[in-house]
């Protein structure tokens, strides 16, 4: 089967650094993406990683390492509006749809 | 706005009854598609469509009926729902099928009496 593990739960302070992670099992691996949804709202495209290493955007970065099957999203410089689920979600081939973790909730304190 | 719209935003229905939720992106996507997501549980895929084709139906009871009438609009047609059906149902949509980038409605919230 294919799964996809995640905190479900993550609490860090404004300000701060934070690391969601994501573990993966999966008959293919093509890409590796990250998605963000606030409560009420439509999951909106973070970040993605093609190949391993770092890929950054502002205050959020995302890991790939292959051989492990993992990843990581980490966001610097927390803001109270950061406080949303985070998704990973592989996608196992080029032409084949994504497959989405259960998501982590992340709650910020000021 | 992501340029994916998805009306009702919100919608109450009895078990008898029949409803539509619509879809429509005006991002010029190839491929269209339909979550459910529940409490406490990932994004269940429900269907897929590729240049207006079904191309994957995630073994989703016949009560959900989608349509397709072109690459713009998908629908999902409702009907003798059950309650453990109230869920957000979402609507996406990409490029082509794969690893694309998925932009998403801002869903209906459905409740099931």
């Known amino acids: 089967g294919q799964s996809l593990e995640q905190p479900s739960e993550v609490t860090a302070v404004e300000g701060a650094i934070v690391q969601i992670n994501c573990t993966y099992q999966?008959?293919?691996?093509?890409?590796l993406s990250w998605y963000q949804q606030h409560d009420g709202g439509a999951p909106t495209f973070l970040s993605y990683?093609?190949?391993?290493g770092l890929e950054e955007t502002g205050r959020f970065s995302s890991f790939l390492s292959r051989s492990d099957s993992y990843g990581y999203l980490l966001l610097q410089e927390l803001q109270m509006k950061d406080s949303a689920s985070y998704f990973c979600?592989?996608?196992?081939?080029?032409?084949?749809?994504?497959?989405f973790g259960k998501g982590t909730r992340l709650h910020i304190l000021p | 706005e992501t340029g994916v719209t998805q009306t009702p935003r919100h919608l109450v229905m009895g078990m008898t009854n029949k409803k539509s939720l619509k879809c429509e992106q005006h991002?010029?996507?190839?491929?269209m598609y339909w979550y459910k997501q529940s409490a406490k549980k990932p994004l269940e895929l429900m269907f897929v469509?590729?240049?207006?084709?079904?191309?994957e139906n995630n073994s989703v009871p016949s009560r959900f009926s989608p349509e397709c009438p072109n690459s713009s609009h998908l629908f999902l047609h409702l009907h003798t729902l059950q309650p453990e059906d109230s869920a957000l149902y979402l609507c996406?949509?990409?490029?082509?099928?794969?690893?694309?980038?998925?932009?998403f409605g801002a869903g209906t919230r459905l409740s099931v009496l």
């Open positions: 996406a949509s990409s490029q082509d099928v794969g690893g694309d980038i998925q932009y």
């Open positions: 999966t008959s293919g691996f093509y890409g």
């Open positions: 990683n093609g190949l391993d």
């Open positions: 979600a592989v996608s196992r081939d080029r032409d084949d749809k994504i497959i």
């Open positions: 991002l010029g996507h190839n491929a």
């Open positions: 469509y590729n240049f207006k084709e079904q191309t």
